[in-house]
């Protein structure tokens, strides 16, 4: 892969980051409930998901019955699919977003093409149901702004990712 096309995916992830995020944040500002999800909610929820990438690669259709939008996540598997993980994720972090319901699980791996990244899985409740906002998890999606701390350092700088400041 050349330098230009991983810069490209770089950007797109983040944008995508950014948009999923801010969707997020007005599907639960006009939520009926304010009932936030919880740690052991989100965690049950990102383990189930890595287990079915794990256990299915490539499979969108099972995939992508998570999340919030079949569309967008189909759309990110096919932008992203050929870098669809062959080893598990590690969930190194967790934190709360209470003003807006939401909580975040961060997933340290590596992807298809053996690079490194770092995905700030976004859960928020919907219609009763706990969903990320994106279930392709090697995406390198990061965190809200002001929910971030600095990079660990065991990353190259060309594949740093803000990280929550957990």
């Known amino acids: 892969m050349t330098d230009a096309y991983m810069h490209r995916r ?32 989100a965690r049950s929820r990102a383990v189930a998901i890595i287990d079915v990438a794990m256990r299915y690669p490539n499979d969108s259709d099972r995939l992508c019955n998570f999340g919030l939008s079949v569309e967008v996540c189909e759309r990110d598997v ?11 994720p590690t969930i190194v ?7 807006e319901g939401i909580y975040v699980i961060t997933l340290e791996g ?11 899985m976004a859960f928020i409740r919907q219609d009763g149901s706990v969903e990320p906002t994106t279930p392709v998890f090697w995406l390198n999606m990061e965190a809200p702004s002001d929910q971030v701390a600095t990079t660990p350092a065991t990353l190259p700088e060309t594949q740093r990712t803000p990280q929550p400041a957990c």
Request: charged share 20%; proline share 5%; net charge negative.
């Open 10 to 41: 770089a950007l797109v992830a983040g944008l995508r980051a950014s948009a999923t995020i801010a969707v997020a944040v007005t599907v639960v500002g006009c939520a009926a409930s304010s009932d936030g999800v919880s740690r052991e909610e």
């Open 78 to 88: 096919a932008d992203f699919g050929t870098y669809w993980p062959t080893v598990a």
């Open 93 to 99: 972090c967790d934190f709360e977003i209470p003003t």
């Open 110 to 120: 590596r992807d298809g093409q053996a690079r490194p990244y770092v995905h700030h």
